[in-house]
């Protein structure tokens, strides 16, 4: 039997886990959009409501039941995680009203994107220290690897199989693969015994609570530019058959596409985490969004098929360096002692911004914008937190005791 150490386990089980979280992802649910509606005869804009609505109301959950990953033992919690993401894979496969429909994504949402994703990353924020950055990364690996296999995966399965065998598949998976995987891999994980470092660099951090976290403004620049990411993403991604259609770019350019996303999204995810053990993730925070700044200018400028490729390339960078920011810059600032309860809150505003961006974009579509009008008011808000935090960059050091 293989004897791996813990610090191997713990990244392990961070890259398993952020690969199952992508069944609660949106790239990997709006595969599965064309489906449900004809399932259920509705239309873009009813999906897109019902959807944002379910994912609002998993964002509010998130931040009650995900601060308890400080309180229980990681496995204990991982097996409860893993457990609910199974039933809701279940759950999904049987759609047949809205009323299910709705019930189903909250479902996916809060335990996929939601609990899959804070347990990897609050266990790697909370593991290790000196090398926390290529950590992070390694565990966002998991993730780009889902993005590049299971689109073309699930289209193919599509043309072989109804939608409802997949799901049904999946739940049976997770049901078996998980608790095992997580059982021999961190079953006795302390985080009291996390990853050695010198003690010149474990300097008395001062460890926020979640309730001081509030009252800081830092909290809220670094915010707005951690929410950018995903509710832009999020809108690109449920609603990329009317980005395709307005730019007739065509389905199979668009799946190719997205290949270039989950490449250019790995290569990012590999260096960010060499480069934030370097420089910290403050020093890097300035720069995450500005990729996909210029991503929403290929939208509103550009027609020609072949733009799809930079256009979500774009992403692709941005979301490499959201994906480690996003975990390791709050941890650098505000300490580890409660970097669940504060990433809870993190997670739920995530989540949350990414039911906002699924009804702004739905919105704006039924009020008849085009997508080159939504990418105006995207870039629009993307220049303005990146100005912002250009402010106060300086500011973002942790305070010491």
Not at 370 to 381: D, K, P, R
Request: charge should be positive; aromatic fraction near 16%; hydrophobic fraction near 50%.
């Amino acid at each position: 039997m293989i004897n791996l150490s813990l610090n191997k386990k713990v990244l392990i089980f961070g890259f398993i886990f952020t690969f199952f979280s992508s069944f609660g992802q949106s790239f990997f649910l709006g595969l599965f959009n064309s489906s449900i509606r004809d399932t259920l005869s509705i239309t873009q804009g009813q999906f897109g409501t019902i959807y944002a609505s379910a994912t609002l109301l998993s964002s509010f959950l998130l931040i009650w039941v995900g601060k308890k990953i400080d309180d229980i033992n990681i496995f204990k919690f991982a097996f409860f995680v893993t457990l609910l993401l199974s039933f809701s894979c279940f759950f999904f496969s049987k759609i047949s009203s809205i009323a299910f429909l709705f019930i189903a994504i909250f479902l996916m949402r809060f335990s996929g994107q939601g609990m899959m994703s804070h347990t990897a990353t609050t266990t790697i924020s909370r593991y290790f220290t000196k090398s926390r950055g290529k950590a992070l990364s390694t565990s966002w690996f998991g993730l780009s690897t889902a993005e590049f296999i299971l689109p073309v995966l699930i289209v193919y399965l599509l043309t072989i199989t109804a939608w409802q065998n997949i799901w049904v598949s999946i739940s049976i998976l997770v049901l078996i693969f998980l608790p095992i995987t997580s059982f021999a891999l961190v079953k006795n994980l302390n985080f009291d015994s996390r990853e050695e470092t010198k003690k010149e660099d474990n300097k008395n951090i001062k460890q926020w609570k979640r309730i001081d976290v509030l009252k800081d403004y830092r909290f809220y620049v670094v915010c707005l530019n951690m929410l950018a990411m995903p509710w832009i993403a999020t809108g690109v991604f449920v609603y990329q058959s009317f980005i395709t259609e307005s730019k007739d770019w065509g389905t199979f350019v668009i799946a190719q596409s997205f290949m270039v996303y989950s490449i250019l999204s790995v290569i990012t995810l590999l260096v960010s985490g060499f480069l934030i053990d370097k420089f910290t993730s403050r020093k890097l925070l300035i720069f995450m969004n500005i990729p996909l700044l210029f991503s929403t200018l290929v939208l509103i400028f550009f027609h020609n098929p072949l733009t799809s490729f930079i256009f979500l390339g774009l992403i692709g960078i941005s979301n490499g360096l959201a994906n480690v920011l996003g975990s390791s810059t709050w941890a650098e600032i505000y300490g580890v002692k409660h970097i669940g309860s504060i990433k809870a809150l993190t997670t739920a505003l995530m989540v949350f911004s990414t039911a906002f961006g699924t009804a702004l974009f739905g919105l704006l579509i039924d009020k008849g914008y085009s997508i080159e009008q939504i990418a105006f008011v995207s870039s629009t808000y993307i220049f303005l937190s990146i100005l912002l935090l250009f402010f106060v960059r300086n500011k973002l050091n942790p305070q010491y005791i």
